[in-house]
């Protein structure tokens, strides 16, 4: 990130990224910061238009779309694809300047090669003697010329393969949340717009969201409520990742779309995960003091394609409230 303002334009952009915190109950914390600050100074439009839309559909912005959105926009942006290109172009750097070396060198040879042919006369053997030492020594250099070439594309072939382990990294990254390891909001609006392209039939939506979330954080911390949500998200993921895309909507909730399931097959496995999550037993590291259970609510619904995915969202999440309401730690199928 550059920025070149006078002290006065940054002085002013502090203030309102200051409010924007203060507004949002956001700790000032570096990443919070810069995303606020990017959003303030109003220069990377992907944040101020993310951010707009969370406004105007009433979401929280809270720390969770802040990580989010700092790894989407700015550090993906910057260092990691930065660290990628770097390597990339070091190992185009070091291969073309084998290649030219090994190309001068064969130019050169074969001029050896040519002028010492003209040369070899059967009637003067001395000189075809050491027109052919000539040649032997030529010959010997270019082959030691071809082995370091060999040597480097080899080296070269190793390197590219690192690189490409990086980029699918990266992207791999670029996708999923950090916390949870779920799919994140840009692989489900890329997911569900080819499903829908491909007149993918009845996709399910599920919102799972944690009951009471807010009391185990107060009573057992932060630290100890992200493990529990890591090890719920992965408990949803294994009923589900086989058949459909579990992503994490926002702080602690989560979408599953699976297409091609009718609401019986899709309450079902509602179901599976609810159960699946009920039984996790979660003990406490530090003391061995088992902690108490954790339950998710569950509200079904079907993707509509007149309402689009946000609707759809707004309806999963009007069944998950009723799942709330009527008790928690159940499946509500609208
Ligand atoms: N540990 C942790 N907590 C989070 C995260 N994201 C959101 N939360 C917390 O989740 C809690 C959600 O609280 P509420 O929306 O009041 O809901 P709840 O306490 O789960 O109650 P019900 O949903 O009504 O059952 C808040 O305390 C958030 O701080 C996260 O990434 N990690």
Redesign the pocket.
Known sequence: MKYQDTIEQAESKLQKTLVFLKQHRLAASPINYSVAYEYASGENDDIVNCINKDINDGCII?S?LMEELYRQFILSSDESSEKVVQHASSIINSTQRHTQKAQRDSGHYANILDEGLLLLNDSDPESSKQVIEKLIKATTYAKKTQQMLFKALQQAQTKSNELQQQIDDLHANRQLDA?TGLYNRSVMSQTVDMWVNNDTKNIAALAI???????F?DNYG?TI??VI?SKVAQKVKSYVSDSGLPVRLA??EFLVLIPDANPVTAKEIAEKVRVGVEKLQFINAKNKERLPKITV?IGVTEYCEKIGLDGTIQKATSALRMA?ATG?NRVYTD
């Open positions: 809270d969770f916390l969201n944690l009951d009471h979330f807010k009391q954080n932060m409520g992200n949500l702080g602690e609510s709330k928690r």
